[in-house]
């Protein structure tokens, strides 16, 4: 399938700074709600957010 894109759909950005992701993320993507942790990065070349769920971490480690 490679690197290509996929728009799910669009949210504002809310006062409080969260981000609400749609409901398709759970159809198309192995998370959980309440449990599942993202990294976010800026690619500042096109001013865009990528959000990849964390890597399992051991017992010791803490996701922020």
Do not use: C, W
Not at 1 to 17: A, S
Not at 32 to 37: D, F, I, Y
Not at 48 to 58: D, G, N, Q
């Amino acid at each position: 399938m490679g690197n290509e894109l996929v728009y799910l759909d669009t949210y504002i950005l809310q006062q409080d700074m969260r981000i609400r992701l749609p409901k398709t993320i759970l159809q198309n993507m192995n998370v959980e709600k309440g449990e599942t942790h993202f990294d976010i990065y800026l690619n500042r070349e096109d001013q865009s957010l990528i959000l990849k769920p964390t890597k399992k971490r051991s017992m010791n480690d803490t996701a922020i």
